[in-house]
């Protein structure tokens, strides 16, 4: 119990997800996930809260650093342009995680309506502080709410697209060119 | 009890706002309702299946009308044009509601953290069907799901600010300006 447990922190995300995914979230216990990943429900509770933060833990990090990437932006950099600095770090954060427990963790959410609900909160929750990071930069309103709701979008589409497993390319990549895609369909008149 | 009551729905509805306003949606009881309606209980629950939908009630119907409005676009229509005609629809459906009204509404779900992940889901079930229906307009991924996403925000902030209390213009008028910023502030390179 006591002994140290190599990565227990991933062992205990990667078996979580799989159990969600085989017998659904609200069936899954942290017995359950202990047990599979080989370590007590202790060692569950040190690394988190509840079955819920396995999925949404983190959230602060990427928020914080999609603002930074917004605000760090250059002073002359457009809305958009500012914009895409923000979904460039956040992107860079992301890639950085294993693609096939991003995939399950789509999977995951996509099965469940409260877990839906909540992942759609916590882009809401990250546009405002990007519309509030554009209000910052003197853009102003309706733009910065139409700016920073089209990047959680830009976002979102890139992670499905990015863990679907029908596309190579890293995250970052995915993302620029879902940003390309949102420049194209506005200026499209 | 079997007496004629007239407007029973709309005496309800102001009743209902009202008191969730005041006390919380939460806080406030149907017996309390339709006390302050006027009305019995029962009454109540001939125009709503519970306390919800006096707030999320008619939203199958102004689904189809966006949805509508999208599909019946010319066919030469670009998505954003497309997109512009179901939020034609979707304003003229709203701006025939009572503006006091609508911004009880938007307070009451403001205030509640509940309500207002019901409000996006709802909001995230437009996209998808406006989405959908722009695919069967020919509209390739990610464009459409990136058109259909920016119009819900447009709705949304639209309004918000119809609603606000700051804006006298009619809620059409309100939306067509949105869009208009949505064109400008993507366009905006």
């Known amino acids: 119990m006591g002994r140290w447990e190599p990565n227990s922190r991933?062992?205990?995300?990667?078996?979580?997800?799989?159990?969600y995914a085989e017998r659904g979230f609200d069936q899954t216990t942290v017995a359950e996930i202990a047990a599979r990943a080989g370590v007590t429900e202790r060692t569950f509770?040190?690394?988190f809260a509840d079955k819920r933060e396995v999925l949404f833990g983190g959230s602060a990090v990427?928020?914080?650093?999609?603002?930074?990437?917004?605000?760090?932006?250059?002073?002359?950099?457009?809305?958009?342009d500012a914009l895409a600095q923000g979904?460039?770090?956040?992107?860079?954060?992301?890639?950085?995680?294993?693609?096939?427990?991003?995939?399950?963790?789509?999977?995951?959410?996509?099965?469940?309506?409260?877990?839906?609900e909540r992942e759609l909160a916590k882009l809401a929750d990250y546009a405002a502080a990007v519309s509030a990071a554009?209000?910052?930069?003197?853009?102003g309103e309706p733009q910065a709410t139409l700016v920073a709701d089209a990047g959680m979008t830009v976002?979102?589409?890139?992670?499905?697209?990015?863990?679907?497993?029908?596309?190579?390319?890293?995250?970052?990549?995915?993302?620029?060119?879902?940003?390309?895609?949102?420049?194209?369909?506005?200026?499209?008149?």
């Open 10 to 19: 991933g062992r205990l995300q990667e078996a979580a997800l799989a159990l």
């Open 45 to 47: 509770f040190r690394h």
């Open 62 to 80: 990427l928020k914080e650093r999609i603002v930074t990437g917004v605000t760090d932006a250059p002073a002359s950099a457009r809305p958009l």
């Open 87 to 116: 979904l460039d770090a956040a992107a860079a954060m992301l890639g950085e995680g294993r693609r096939d427990l991003s995939r399950l963790r789509q999977t995951v959410i996509a099965a469940n309506p409260e877990l839906r």
């Open 134 to 139: 554009l209000r910052q930069r003197g853009v």
């Open 155 to 189: 976002l979102r589409i890139s992670l499905e697209q990015w863990s679907s497993g029908k596309d190579d390319r890293e995250l970052v990549d995915v993302a620029r060119d879902t940003m390309a895609n949102l420049r194209v369909v506005t200026a499209d008149r």
